[in-house]
């Protein structure tokens, strides 16, 4: 008896432990039986609850009267399938006649509290199903990918929504990204996970990094060409035009099209040649751009016009030579000057971090949901990564990256250097690799000697 007391009181403990410092092993080992079980119990009385039952219909009146019995209950949406996550749980419902989508997400907080679970998304599946997505605990409080993720050419998993799910970053269907916030708010360790995703892929990566190069030059095993000037970025784009316009002759002699067509005008993309004639797609890194588009003078400005315009060229033409923007800085408004309201209409993947004021919020979410202003206002400054992204379906989601260290990146970098592909037309701006970090030195030779 005694044993089975200790024993009882073991678990329950190692339970609360686990529960207050490591909330996903805890919902692994007891949580997920716990909610499931809470879920399927009080589901009836929880969805009358919060509004979603629908009152028994006309024939089912009428049949319990011709028989004689009890006037039948309101009904809640049948569920179809229970099926616990890494993180949570996901209910399929089927709705009744007369319900919709936006009943079950208009009560998604009541259902949340009535559940105890920590969050609760809905969304259409098709007509009248609805799956709804709960979180057991805070998922983006300490990021932890999941070991398996799909992997797919070009479509990275770069970091994990509120709802459990994987956020992927894919550039064949959203082929440029904007990514805004304020200073410390995690745009760079953003950008540091894509590179980190990127690197095992078959792609040319490069950078431009205005920071003096703190960012994306440790990493520079892996890149092609990198810039940490404005002068050097306006020859890197201006290369990068050129690889574009190699490209597009490219495709246009396999097309067999005559000389005749303009490049806008070229449907195909490299995805429709054959594997040993496809150029290799590259990723352009820009962190800080709105370095770029400043100038103090008029031959700064000029230079400006002219990254601007490389830009906007590779925004508008680059998807289907294989050219990817991925951009990020702290404002890009129509402050910055001409051209940067039409080079940001050309971003559709909107990301942003924790932004200062509406301002700066809108010029990511403003011409596309007013809910994403707000929450990316939001966003705590205690908690730097958590951002506001765009997704696929038109809505919003809120995302968090892990938190890859710099020492993480170079590592994975320098185990995929020889991935590394030389373009040609980039050749002038591969950046030397001799100074470049190495891998972790082993600790004892790092160690102070001692006296
Ligand atoms: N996903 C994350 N998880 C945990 N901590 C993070 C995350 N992203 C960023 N941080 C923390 O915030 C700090 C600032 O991040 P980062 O350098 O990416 O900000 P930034 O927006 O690029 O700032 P700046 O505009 O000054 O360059 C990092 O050093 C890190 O400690
Ligand atoms: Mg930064």
């Avoid at 909330?23 to 589901?43: E, K, S, T």
């Avoid at 079950?104 to 998304?121: E, I, K, P």
């Avoid at 078959?202 to 920071?211: E, H, M, Q, R, S």
Wanted: hydrophobic fraction near 45%; glycine fraction near 6%; charge should be positive.
């Amino acid at each position: 008896m005694t044993a089975l007391t200790v024993a009882l009181l073991l678990v329950v403990t190692s339970a609360l432990i686990l529960r207050w410092r490591r909330p996903a092993w805890y919902w692994l080992a007891f949580g997920a039986a716990f909610a499931a079980l809470r879920v399927l119990v009080r589901y009836t009385s929880v969805m009358d609850a919060c509004g979603l039952t629908v009152p028994p219909s006309r024939w089912r009146l009428a049949v319990a009267r011709v028989a004689n019995r009890p006037v039948p209950e309101s009904r809640a949406p049948r569920i179809l399938r229970i099926r616990p996550t890494r993180t949570g749980l996901v209910l399929r419902l089927k709705l009744r006649p007369g319900q919709d989508a936006f009943d079950v997400s208009a009560a998604t907080d009541r259902l949340r509290h009535s559940f105890s679970m920590y969050g609760v998304t809905s969304r259409e599946l098709r007509s009248g199903v609805v799956e709804v997505r709960m979180t057991g605990y805070d998922v983006l409080k300490r990021v932890q990918m999941p070991a398996k993720t799909d992997h797919e050419p070009m479509r990275v998993p770069v970091a994990l929504r509120e709802d459990g799910a994987v956020h992927y970053r894919d550039y064949r269907a959203v082929p440029h990204g904007l990514t805004l916030g304020a200073t410390e708010s995690g745009k760079s360790v953003y950008q540091r996970n894509l590179v980190a995703g990127l690197a095992p892929m078959n792609v040319a990566l490069v950078g431009i990094d205005c920071k003096q190069g703190v960012e994306l030059f440790p990493l520079a095993r892996r890149f092609s060409a990198l810039a940490d000037n404005p002068d050097t970025a306006l020859d890197l784009l201006e290369a990068l035009v050129t690889h574009m316009e190699g490209v597009y002759q490219l495709i246009r002699a396999e097309q067999r099209i005559t000389v005749n067509v303009p490049d806008a005008e070229i449907a195909a993309d490299i995805w429709d040649l054959p594997d040993h004639l496809r150029p290799v797609p590259v990723v352009v890194l820009v962190d800080e751009v709105a370095e770029l588009a400043l100038y103090a003078s008029k031959d700064e400005e000029k230079r400006r016009d002219r990254i601007i315009t490389a830009l906007v060229r590779l925004a508008q033409l680059g998807r289907a030579a294989g050219i990817y923007l991925e951009i990020c800085g702290q404002r890009f408004g129509s402050e910055l000057g001409k051209g940067i309201t039409m080079l940001r209409a050309q971003l559709t993947g909107r990301t942003a971090h924790r932004v200062n004021d509406e301002s700066s919020a809108n010029m990511a979410f403003g011409d596309i949901s007013p809910d994403a202003v707000l929450a990316a206002i939001q966003i705590p400054t205690d908690a730097p990564g958590i951002a506001v992204t765009g997704d696929s379906s038109g809505g919003w989601a809120r995302i968090r990256a892990p938190h890859t260290s710099l020492r993480e990146a170079v590592n994975l970098c320098n185990k995929h250097a020889d991935r590394t592909p030389d373009l040609p037309a980039l050749a002038a701006f591969r950046p030397a690799t001799a100074a470049l970090p190495s891998d972790r030195v082993p600790l004892s030779k790092t160690a102070p000697a001692t006296a």
